[in-house]
């Protein structure tokens, strides 16, 4: 691998580790690869169905005949005020995880949602949404959810009603004796409902347990200013930016905003200047992908990191730690050139902590914050409204139940059988209750199954609520529909708990009063809006000096295997986990599907013996777990990360049930996290011997050398990227990535200067790979769901395709995300090939698919050069006409036809929202304006980076980013022609740090006859 | 033509003496080949494969019942490798189904006697084999229901197909390959389907061979007309030879993917296709005439002529292999290097060897007169014929889609049991229909064999009643 | 044994079966192509409806705009059929014990939905915008015909993709003045494909062709 040692004007790429190392496992692996394949590899996760609303509702009747089925109108027999059938509508709303909401708009098309949006006027969203939000609208959907109240005896099931539960609770929930687990929810409602509880029930108690919650950041701000505030960042002001592990812009409850705002200095053309992100971190997070300069190290060694960077910039008399990986050349250098950048921009640089790390060093890193000058400019302090939601919480509970304090336990959502901390031994804590245990669910989960009672609990599309954002804003959430199978939602619950059995509404009005305002027209603009500014803008803070922090060899040298704990992000802490959508959603880093799995360094991975698929026994603290490896690059030594929320034995007919002989999904990682490591311990691993076959999107497949070869010398061509001193020396540097002879065409260019003339740029520069367009177009195009045996077959649907690429060293790699989705290329090879004529270009550019033309002779596939097609290998919508999924039909979108099998697919721009907005203009009389049409990838995408609209119109955003001079055009040389043109990347290392590049643009002058790609 | 003035080279190759052995009278001929017809059993090795044959039937039904049941999913093929085992099937077969066409057609322009003894043989074999090829795109689409708009019939969509299509190309150029091979099969059969007939000794026999023969008695004008008609198909034929694989090349040429887009295509997918119809003809007459008691009319020198068009066609396909490279190489064009050298380096490295020993290497055996007259040499060898140029397909249609422009969609293509089962299945309906054939048609186009016969050139007219 | 030839008698099929061979194709080819087609199968559709009721008599002799009941047919793509509350607007006050009426009654009591059959079916793949045809001066007559002349409504064109485009490529003679839109006894005064040539340039019609104008 010599050749990527390289120091070239060009990035190397590359994609994987089986690729940059040819282990004898791998290449054993390719020879034996040959072999047949498993012909009935086929899931049956959820499907999609042919569906249409046309007027009100449709009843499809069962004569047949030479014609279409004979069809039957049922119109309302009352039609409301303004309701027009078949159009849509968008309602404010809103979404919590974790105890921290976001604002969306929900899209709903005659009584039934069908797309998240973000909520425009709500800063913590600003239209976009996070991948679990978009994913709501299955979850709504899903119909594995709970459909009733039942009870539950040594795990047998009986259904039973509100009522009858509603008469267990008033004799067992009450007074001493009594108790509440929660889940966290700074919900003004949810906390004045159980204020009131626990007025009710003076005696009674109450706990609270969140799985991946944020309580370490707010004691850290405790220690360092003795009052309970978080952190809320201004990523936008900031010239440099420290994110200790620090996942910022995806798995922080901001994280919208904070992408957003680090977007704003990444477009250097802009002139502001470009800002700087440094990454220190333990896995390789799609934010250490953004970061200009990176570092690996382990999660526990973030605090002498830390303690080492404060001595270095000397704002603090701390003595500075030694030794260990402190004494490295490279991470001197680091600390030395990151110290100089933070104190070159005191009042621009934030430190953002991860929420894994230990109070002090959140404590020390708010008081770097302070001195740097950053409070008011890039950071500023807000009230904290959470309670403490750790394993402590578990701690007490378990502790009242033994001494008889607790009787009784009432549990609102959450999964703690699942999910409690592995030493706890929830379920033989609730066995101890003996039956007078009640959980309020979605699902008839693990927790659900080991309580007395379930009851179904309302989604939160069902019900009014309200919640609190991270920068204290209120946010207004209006049902989009009513609850499908009668469930309550949380507020409802504790409100008939105290007997008063309101409404959600009536609750969340009153609290509304209370809190905000008493004013109509004020509660009208909230549930318009959906969202309430908060009342200040920050809490003003003294810092609080701290004793200086000790730091013991074993730590700086990184002594035996560490295992962190993180959320997943696909399904977090596993509530997402009987989501197809999240669960098929290829990793931001790892592009695995379906699963999650150790990860490891490729030289631990190689320590411990053991590459991606080996399966090892991980032990820690007693306990063991059999889990696969997957070999991240860039993940730190001697570290290793396993995900939440897999292993689910009663998530549903997707993500694992056991009692219908359903596998379970990955490995949970809650088997093996204690209360003491909840963030991190120390672990064992040994290999067992097994493989494990992981699905991922990209790596299908083992690289030779042949092909990484052929990868590493076109893919500075593919994602094109380059420093800032090289954008500034040339700033169309990218466009001189590739040479070649003028385009000569046999048909004559069709011009499309008249009419409309839709493109597209996608800006590599802030996209950070965060998913939100896959699956935003997914929810909006109904595409389906495969499974895991057809990802690994190759055949997942994702019209739009996040490809990754590593360049540079394994062991501390660069990372590049590039979303491809139909490019619309006015010469398109799909279209001449096609012998159906089922793909054929519309007057306006787009690449037009016709799927009931298709015939699925699967041509237009081949010679599509940026492999975008998506075919129906099978019946993908099979399991919809299965009894019980009705509801999943509900969801399709029917603006977009659903694909039968056989059949060919792809994006075309949200052509249907197109035709909405052109058909808008005209029905009202007017233009099409900038910005009327935005598909459902833009809208999603937090940083702006994927523009659309007319190139036909001077002023379109879409035209001033096409001659932005980082503009480029993929594989330009095949004459394509493409509509989709994408903005090469910009890297802002650091001048001490960056590798000498050889700028060399001259080595074309001498034809004259090159053109620029 | 004096004979005086002919080397002794030339006599050898027109001199009809020579491609029959032992000099056979016309009725004995006759009696020979469509005798076959009347054995009241055939031999019990014709049992033994038509039970095969029919087993195999079976299974490519219940595969393709399955596909359609079920979705093209049951195969192998993914993104980016959307075609794979069945189009290579298909090409396979196509390429098969060239031999007839070639022997019956161009060699009867070119008044190559010896292709009298194994015309009727690989035409018959060509439409089984084109029957066989036509199976495969049409079953490879996602929803065959809707293959028939493939076909411009007028509709209420006032939708035609797309002309432009190398696919639709297909159609025309298949069916009419189909269309003329089998008209031209069956018009040269006429005179001998009339010869069982006039032989029959059973009323059924009589009625289904007369009703096949046409009314033909052998008379001067039919023979006139005959003769006529048999020279404009042939001549009629001639350019299909060339056409449909060249057309059936346009699927993979007129693409853009690296290692399809080549202008070299039609040529050495024409060469290449005769060369695998030449093995197969090899390989199936070879226990033909074993079986059936032939070997003097299908001599060693019909066999040695077979090996010689093999060796010629297996080095114009070599050579297409190096000139592919060189292009690749020549043209700068980053892509089209790589898919060349991932062809012969890159994980299907082991396809595109065995391919090269199949086709190029084991061929070059026919260089020594012995061995392409030594049947335990020419048998194994033609075998890895057909093995090696179904693997060239297989290479040219996977390697290059699984690794085309863009590095992060490439994949290994893995073939299902459904896919094996499918192939093997269409050796099933290819050895049903040819098992079919010689037990019941006269596998030796007998009345022209007579005309090669010394007896037809004998000094004056010494003439037999044959018929 | 005597030989099979064909008697003489059987020449007669020789021209029979040379027509056959080529005739047959072309004839099933037909056969399929028209026989089958929309403007067969589809035109004189007219289903029984649950309650009778007379487009005849309410939109011919009673006058009532197509508007009145089908109200959202200017803004959306669905010209909505109305709902039950609407019928009772009148039948609140006339023929309140009618038989005919015993359904839109039960209706509007229990609030559940009659169950009318649909007469105009597009596939579900098809997308057809009411509002924007109006808006271009296309009459409902162009589609539905005389709807103001039917007891029971049926079908009267094919309402094939054949049938669409033919449209599409030559709307001319169905563009009207926009206020006639829904005057369904309209006639031009002057030849309406000149007159339809003027309005298309007033209104700007530009009809589309492309596969994604219909299906999505």
Redesign the interface.
């Known amino acids: 691998m010599s050749s990527l040692n390289r120091s070239e004007n060009m990035q190397k790429h590359w994609r994987s580790l089986a690729e940059l190392e040819a282990t004898p496992e791998f290449l054993e692996k390719l020879g034996a690869e040959f072999e047949a394949g498993d012909e009935e590899a086929w899931t049956t996760s959820s499907r999609r169905r ?3 609303l ?4 449709v ?1 499809l009747a069962g004569a047949t005949s ?3 089925k ?10 409301p005020e303004g309701w ?4 849509s509508k968008t309602y404010a709303s809103s979404f919590e995880l974790g105890g921290y909401g976001q604002g969306l708009n929900i899209t709903s098309y005659d009584g039934r949602p069908v797309k998240v949006e973000g909520n425009k006027l709500d800063p913590n969203s600003n239209g976009a949404t996070s991948t679990w939000a978009q994913a709501a609208m299955l979850e709504l959907y899903d119909p594995d959810r709970s459909r009733g109240v039942a009870q539950f005896e040594n795990g047998n099931e009986t259904e039973s009603d509100w009522a009858a539960f509603d008469a267990w609770a008033s004799a067992n929930l009450k007074g001493a004796g009594a108790a509440i687990l929660s889940e966290a929810s700074a919900s003004p409602s949810f906390m004045r409902m159980k204020a009131a509880w626990l007025a009710a029930n003076p005696n009674a108690k109450w706990f609270t347990y969140e799985p991946v919650n944020r309580d370490n950041e707010r004691m850290g701000c405790e220690l360092a200013f003795k009052m309970p505030v978080r952190p809320d960042y201004n990523t936008g002001a900031a010239k440099v930016i420290l994110a200790l592990d620090d996942d910022l812009f995806h798995m922080h409850p901001a994280a919208l905003r904070n992408a957003r705002g680090f977007a704003k200095g990444r477009r250097p053309e802009d002139g502001h200047g470009m800002n700087r992100l440094w990454s220190v971190e333990s896995t390789f997070s799609p934010t250490g992908g953004q970061a200009d300069q990176r570092l690996p190290i382990r999660a526990s060694q973030i605090g002498a990191f830390l303690a080492a960077l404060e001595a270095e910039m000397g704002l603090s008399q701390v003595a500075a730690p030694k030794g260990g990986f402190l004494g490295e050349k490279k991470s001197q250098a680091f600390i030395k050139a990151l110290a100089k950048d933070l104190l070159a921009n005191k009042g621009a640089a934030m430190i953002s902590v991860g929420p894994d790390q230990p109070a002090g060093v959140h404590a020390r890193a708010q008081l770097l914050n302070v001195a740097l000058g950053a409070v008011g400019h890039t950071v500023e302090y807000r009230p904290v409204e959470l309670v403490y939601s750790g394993a402590g919480e578990i701690a007490s509970l378990a502790k009242a139940v033994k001494s008889g304090a607790v009787k009784s336990l009432m549990i609102l959502g959450g999964n703690p059988v699942y999910n409690a901390p592995a030493d706890a031994d929830f379920a033989g804590l609730l066995a101890e209750l003996k039956g007078n245990t009640a959980h309020l669910s979605l699902y008839r989960d693990e927790t659900s199954l080991s309580c007395g009672w379930h009851v179904p609990r309302a989604h939160f599309l069902e019900a009014w609520a309200d919640t609190r954002g991270w920068d204290g804003s209120m946010t207004v959430a209006q049902p989009a529909i009513h609850p499908l199978w009668g469930g309550r939602s949380s507020i409802e619950l504790l409100s008939s708990l105290i007997g008063e059995a309101k409404m959600a509404f009536t609750l969340v009005r009153e609290t509304f009063s209370e809190s905000v305002s008493r004013s109509d027209s004020a509660w009208r603009k909230a549930v318009h809006d959906g969202f309430v500014a908060p009342k200040a803008k920050g809490v003003p803070v003294t810092a609080v000096p701290l004793a200086a922090p000790q730091f013991d060899a074993a730590t700086l040298q990184g002594e035996g295997l560490e295992i962190a704990f993180r959320a997943d992000a696909s399904v977090w802490d596993g509530r997402f986990a009987n989501s197809g959508w999240l669960q098929e959603l290829p990793d931001s880093m790892t592009k695995m599907t379906w699963d999650n799995a150790l990860m490891l360094a490729p030289k631990t991975a190689e320590a411990e013996g053991v590459t991606t698929g080996s399966m090892v026994t991980i032990t820690t603290a007693g306990k063991t777990l059999d889990a696969a490896v997957y070999v991240l690059p860039g993940h730190a030594q001697n570290a290793a990360t396993l995900t939440l929320g897999y292993g689910r034995t009663a998530a549903g007919h997707v993500g694992g049930l056991l009692d219908a002989d359903i596998r379970d999904l990955g490995f949970n990682a809650s088997a093996i996290r204690s209360s003491k490591g909840m963030s991190w311990s120390s672990a064992t691993i040994l290999a067992t011997g097994a493989t494990y076959e992981l699905a991922q999107t990209q790596e299908h497949h083992l690289i030779d050398q042949t092909g990484m070869q052929g990868r590493e010398q076109r893919l500075p061509a593919i994602a094109r990227e380059g420093s800032l001193t090289e954008f500034n020396d040339h700033p169309d540097f990218a466009s001189h990535r590739v040479h070649h002879p003028a385009n000569v065409s046999l048909f004559d260019k069709r011009l499309y200067d008249t ?1 409309h003339k839709w493109g597209m740029t996608i800006d590599l520069a802030t996209c950070n790979g965060c998913n939100g367009c896959t699956i935003a177009c997914q929810s909006e195009n109904n595409i389906p769901v495969v499974g895991k045996e057809q990802v690994i077959a190759g055949r997942e649907m994702h019209w739009i395709r996040m490809d990754r690429y590593y360049s540079g060293d394994a062991d501390d790699p660069q990372a590049i995300t590039m979303p491809v989705s139909c490019t619309q290329c006015e010469m398109a090879p799909c279209e001449e090939v096609c012998p159906a004529g ?3 270009h ?3 550019g ?1 690449n ?6 298709c015939i699925g002779t699967r041509y237009c596939a081949n010679n599509c050069p940026v492999k975008v097609r998506r075919f129906n290998f099978f019946d993908n919508t099979e399991a919809l006409s299965k009894p019980g999924n009705e509801t999943l039909h509900l969801m399709q979108n029917p ?3 659903v694909r039968s099998r056989g059949v060919m697919e792809k994006c ?1 721009y949200c ?2 929202r ?2 909405t907005g052109k ?1 808008d203009a ?2 009202e009389g007017r233009e099409l304006r900038d910005g009327d049409i935005v598909p459902a990838c833009a809208q999603v995408c937090p940083t702006d980076a994927i523009v659309f609209g007319d190139l036909n119109d001077p002023e379109s955003e879409v035209n001033k980013m096409y001659s932005n001079p980082r503009n480029y055009e993929l594989l330009s040389e095949l004459n394509l022609q493409m509509r989709t043109h994408y903005l090469a990347r910009i890297r802002n290392p650091h001048p001490d740090l960056a590798v000498a590049e050889t700028a060399d643009h001259n080595a074309h002058a001498a034809t004259p006859e090159v053109h620029h790609g | 033509m004096a004979k005086a003035e002919l080397t002794q080279l030339d006599v050898e190759a027109i001199y009809p003496a020579n491609l029959i052995e032992g000099d056979p009278s016309f009725t004995q001929v006759t009696q020979e080949v469509a005798g076959i017809t009347e054995w009241p059993k055939p031999p019990r090795a014709w049992y033994i494969a038509f039970a095969i044959a029919l087993t195999l039937l079976g299974i490519l039904g219940a595969c393709l019942t399955y596909l359609v049941v079920t979705g093209v999913g049951v195969w192998g093929n993914n993104q980016p490798v959307a075609w794979g085992w069945p189009i290579v099937n298909f090409v396979f077969w196509v390429g098969i189904g060239h031999a007839g066409t070639l022997i019956s057609a161009v060699l009867f322009l070119f008044r190559q006697d010896w292709r009298t003894s194994i015309n009727r043989f690989a035409e018959a074999m060509t439409i089984f084999a084109v029957a066989c090829a036509g199976l495969f795109p049409a079953v490879h689409v996602g929803r065959i229901w809707f293959a028939y708009w493939l076909f411009p ?7 035609w197909p797309n002309f432009r299509s190398p696919l639709l190309w297909d159609v025309f150029a298949v069916s009419t390959y189909a269309t003329v091979s089998l008209l031209f099969w069956y018009m040269g059969m006429i005179p001998d389907l009339a010869t069982i ?2 032989r ?2 059973t009323k059924i026999r ?2 289904a ?2 009703v096949f023969s ?2 033909w ?1 052998g008379s001067n004008r039919h023979w006139h007309r005959y003769e006529r008609a048999y020279l404009l198909l042939a001549a009629l034929a001639t350019p299909l030879v060339l056409s449909v694989h060249s057309v059936v090349s346009f699927d993979f040429a007129v693409a853009q993917t690296p290692g399809w887009h080549t202008t070299i295509f039609p040529p050495y997918f024409v060469a290449g296709a005769v060369f695998s119809g030449f093995a197969m003809v090899v390989t199936l007459m070879v226990p033909a005439r074993q079986f059936f008691g032939l070997k003097h009319i299908v001599t060693m020198r019909h066999l040695e002529n077979m090996n010689k068009v093999i060796l010629t066609t297996g080095m114009i396909v070599g050579y297409a292999y190096m000139t592919e490279f060189f292009m690749a190489w020549y043209s700068g064009n980053q892509y089209e290097a790589f898919a060349f050298v991932n062809r012969a380096f890159g994980p299907y490295a082991w396809a595109y060897w065995t391919m090269v020993s199949c086709n190029v290497l084991f061929p070059q055996l026919f260089w020594f007169r012995k061995l392409r007259r030594n049947l335990w040499v020419m048998y194994p060898i033609v075998l890895l014929v057909n093995v090696g140029m179904w693997f060239e397909r297989f290479v040219i249609t996977v390697t290059s889609l699984s690794r085309d422009f863009v590095p992060s969609s490439w994949q290994y293509f893995k073939p299902t049991a459904i896919d094996m089962l499918t192939f093997l299945g269409s050796f099933g309906l290819f050895a049903t229909l040819f098992l079919l054939f010689v037990r019941f048609l006269p596998m030796i186009a007998v009345a022209e064999v007579k005309t090669v016969l010394p007896t037809a050139h004998a000094h004056g007219h010494k003439k037999e009643e044959g018929e | ?1 005597s ?4 008697p003489r008698w059987s020449n007669i099929f020789r021209p029979i079966l040379g027509i056959t061979s080529i005739a047959a194709p072309v004839y099933l ?1 037909g056969l ?3 026989g ?4 067969n ?2 035109v004189g ?1 007219k ?1 029984v409806q649950p309650v009778p009721f007379s487009h005849a008599l309410h939109a011919g002799e009673l006058g009532m705009d197509c508007r009145y009941c089908h109200n ?1 047919v ?5 010209a ?6 609407t019928c009772m607007n009148c039948h609140t006050q006339l023929h309140k014990e009618s038989d005919a009426l015993a359904l839109v009654r039960e ?2 009591a ?9 007469v105009h ?1 597009l ?3 098809v ?1 057809f ?1 009411h ?2 045809h109006l ?1 271009a001066g296309i009459s409902c007559v162009s589609c539905h015909g005389r709807v103001d002349q039917m007891e029971v409504v049926e079908q009267v064109e ?1 309402l ?4 669409c ?2 449209c599409h490529r030559n709307p001319e003679p169905n563009i009207r003045p926009k206020s006639e839109v829904f005057n369904l006894a309209w006639q031009a005064d002057e030849a309406p494909h000149i007159l339809g040539a003027k309005l298309r340039k007033e209104y700007g019609v ?1 009809p ?6 219909c ?2």
């Not at chain 1, 037009?848 to 033309?853: G, K, L, S, V």
């Not at chain 2, 019939?153 to 939708?159: D, E, F, R, T, Y």
């Not at chain 3, 089958?36 to 403007?39: F, V």
């Not at chain 3, 200017?74 to 669905?78: G, M, S």
């Open positions: 042919f569906l249409q046309m007027g009100a509702s009843a030479c014609t279409w004979k069809e039957n109108i049922a119109p309302l027999a009352d039609r027009v059938p078949g159009t009419g089922a793909t054929t519309s007057s306006e787009l037009d698919m016709a799927y009931n033309r603006e977009v036809t075309t052509v249907q197109i035709h058909h005209r029905n | 019939i007028p509709n209420q969509m006032s939708m007939r006039d029959a000794n009589r009625m061979y007369g046409l009314g008695s | 044994m030989v099979f030839h064909f080819t399929f192509a028209f089958a087609s929309p403007e199968l589809n559709y289903p959202t200017q803004e959306a793509n669905h909505a059929i109305p709902p039950t509350a209706s509007a229990t609030g559940k939905p009659i169950q009318w059959v649909r079916d596939p579900d793949y997308r915008d509002s924007a808006h094919p094939s993709m054949g049938w485009l033919d530009n589309q062709e492309d596969c994604s104008t299906h999505r």
